[in-house]
């Protein structure tokens, strides 16, 4: 078993959370790989540098002089803060990239147009393996290596999925997105506690779920049907949220669904 858990929004920019999260991580005995991105605050530091930041239906075009932004702030600042925050937590971590030893391999969605994002191509497992075997806790950046050999900016949420899905050829996985809402929310505004895979598009078509959330909730739909057991979307705010979470009382879980149902809130 395999956990991985994809941080953002807030919650990635408050470092005492962080080394909560992390250590809550540790405890549970459980191998886990963190998966980061930090798209505002390339939007803000490509600002400050006189870089317009231009998106194609939701998603960073990633200028090749935007990229070079990219690799500053995830893999530098973020990835490193995130790792001084394991040490403090007491737990031993090691900050990767997706372009070390070609952990993600992706495919440029917009060639046409000279940008830089991808999405995931392949993986190698290797380093992730090679440092659990070692007992550190991988805190992954996801900027990668595009097919041509040179950097590739990758959605952290795709990226998260997409290891999610090879980790799942060869043992079991659970995956959870930590970010701002505490789950997927009804029309009223309340957790959505459990969402079988059938169900998604009905959600989106209604209404009910929608804009970003329902681009996450289908892409956590395929890799479900994929292979990954489960998936869930919450929050992190006290010691604790990381077990509630992986119990599937908070937060929304995405699960394939049939006799076995695994909602249970």
Same mark, same amino acid.
């Given at each position: /078993?395999? &956990?991985?858990?994809k941080t953002?929004?807030?919650?990635?920019g408050d470092?005492?959370?962080?080394e *909560?999260?992390?250590?809550?991580?540790?405890?549970?005995?459980?191998p886990a790989v963190?998966?980061?991105? $930090?798209?505002k605050?390339v939007?803000?530091?490509s600002?400050?540098?006189?870089i317009?930041?231009?998106?194609?239906e939701g998603?960073? *075009?990633t200028?090749?002089?935007e /990229?070079?932004?990219?690799?500053?702030?995830?893999a530098g600042?973020t990835?490193?803060?995130?790792? #001084?925050?394991?040490?403090?937590?007491?737990v031993?971590?090691?900050?990767?990239?997706?372009? @070390?030893?070609g952990?993600?391999?992706?495919?440029? /969605?917009?060639?046409?147009?000279?940008g830089?994002?991808?999405?995931?191509?392949?993986?190698?497992?290797a380093?992730?393996?090679?440092?659990?075997a #070692?007992?550190? *806790?991988?805190?992954?950046?996801?900027? $990668?290596?595009?097919?041509?050999?040179?950097a590739?900016?990758?959605?952290?949420?795709?990226?998260?999925?997409?290891?999610? &899905?090879a980790?799942?050829?060869?043992? =079991?996985?659970? *995956?959870?997105?930590?970010?701002d809402?505490?789950g997927?929310? @009804?029309d009223?505004g &309340?957790?959505?506690?459990?969402?079988?895979v059938r169900?998604?598009?009905?959600?989106?078509?209604?209404?009910v779920?929608? @804009?970003? /959330?329902?681009?996450?909730?289908?892409?956590c739909?395929?890799?479900v049907t994929?292979?990954v057991?489960?998936?869930?979307? $919450?929050?992190?705010?006290?010691t604790?949220?990381v077990?509630?979470?992986?119990e599937?009382?908070a937060?929304?879980?995405?699960f394939?669904g049939? @006799?076995n149902? =695994?909602?249970?809130?």
């Open positions: /078993m395999i &956990q991985i858990i953002g929004g807030t919650v990635a470092v005492k959370l962080m *909560l999260l992390i250590r809550e991580i540790a405890d549970s005995g459980v963190l998966v980061h991105g $930090g798209g605050a939007t803000e530091i600002r400050r540098l006189g317009t930041s231009v998106f194609r998603v960073r *075009l200028a090749p002089e /990229m070079a932004v990219v690799d500053m702030v995830l600042l990835n490193t803060e995130l790792v #001084r925050a394991a040490y403090r937590a007491g031993p971590a090691v900050g990767l990239t997706g372009a @070390d030893s952990l993600f391999t992706g495919a440029l /969605m917009f060639p046409g147009e000279g830089r994002t991808a999405r995931v191509s392949s993986i190698n497992l380093p992730i393996a090679a440092l659990h #070692r007992g550190f *806790l991988p805190i992954v950046a996801t900027v $990668g290596v595009g097919e041509d050999g040179e590739v900016n990758i959605n952290a949420d795709e990226a998260a999925q997409a290891l999610a &899905q980790v799942a050829r060869e043992q =079991q996985v659970e *995956l959870s997105f930590i970010a809402t505490p997927v929310l @009804d009223q &309340q957790v959505i506690g459990s969402i079988p169900e998604v598009e009905a959600l989106i078509r209604s209404g779920v929608r @804009d970003g /959330m329902a681009a996450k909730i289908r892409s739909a395929s890799a994929a292979g057991g489960r998936i869930v979307i $919450g929050t992190y705010r006290e604790g949220d077990g509630r979470l992986r599937g009382t937060g929304t879980v995405v394939p049939g @006799d149902d =695994q909602g249970t809130h």
